[in-house]
């Protein structure tokens, strides 16, 4: 049964991690971090205001993401593809250096005043945050099939949408439903951990400030652990 269950707690984790960042992100600099939906609403909304400067930072900032995403593919999607163990800890100890990064600068100040938006200090806590989330994203998207999506929820909300549907007309008894119902479980887990972790992000950035990311790089180093440990 643990063989079962301990990958879950992995994801969970870095869920949680996910949700904590993307708190995190929105109190220290009042943008969300964890996917790129928010960055084309505001390069949009900059650009109708004729705010040229935050249109062309927030135009560049997803491409972070986009670059976290590659270097996990290279690492871990490409491994697979050629039939070598995926490199799982490489990215995820990336993430832990990213976030211990940004606690400690940004408790020197290298990113300005928690919770005051300013566009040339805070490009650069956007970009390492966007990096970081790029790179989880694309692990646990790998590592699971595209079943879940770690860094937010409206993929995973989908699929799970979709799945308890299917669930609904397939055969109550049929291996498909079983492992459609295990899916949905673990769409529902992922969306319960990243809320919970949203939800402790509120509690302790707002008295830590940026060494509150400690604790994302926490979960992520204890991932890590985890998988070197199963895979070794």
């Given at each position: 049964?643990?063989k079962n ?63 976290g995403c ?149 979960l992520a ?12």
């Open positions: 049964m643990w269950i301990a990958p879950l707690v992995h994801w969970f984790l870095l869920a949680a991690g996910a949700g904590l960042i993307n708190t995190g992100g929105f109190l220290a600099c009042r943008r969300f971090v964890s996917h790129v939906t928010g960055f084309a609403t505001m390069h949009g909304i900059d650009l109708a205001e004729g705010n040229w400067a935050g249109a062309v930072s927030m135009a560049f900032v997803p491409l972070y993401f986009l670059l590659m270097f996990s593919a290279w690492v871990v999607d490409r491994r697979i593809q050629r039939g070598l163990n995926p490199l799982y800890s490489l990215p995820l100890g990336t993430i832990v250096v990213l976030l211990v990064f940004v606690a400690v600068a940004g408790g020197r100040g290298l990113f300005g005043v928690f919770g005051e938006y300013d566009l040339k200090a805070n490009h650069l806590l956007l970009a390492l945050l966007c990096l970081a989330c790029g790179i989880q994203n694309a692990v646990v998207s790998t590592a699971t099939g595209l079943i879940l999506r770690s860094t937010h929820l409206t993929g995973t909300t989908t699929d799970l949408g979709t799945g308890l549907v299917r669930c609904l007309w397939m055969p109550k008894n049929s291996p498909e439903r079983r492992l459609e119902g295990r899916f949905n479980w673990m769409r529902a887990g992922q969306i319960a951990a990243f809320i919970l972790g949203a939800s402790i992000g509120a509690y302790v950035f707002p008295n830590w400030h940026y060494l509150a990311f400690a604790l994302p790089a926490g180093l204890v991932s890590a652990v985890l998988i070197w440990l199963r895979h070794r």
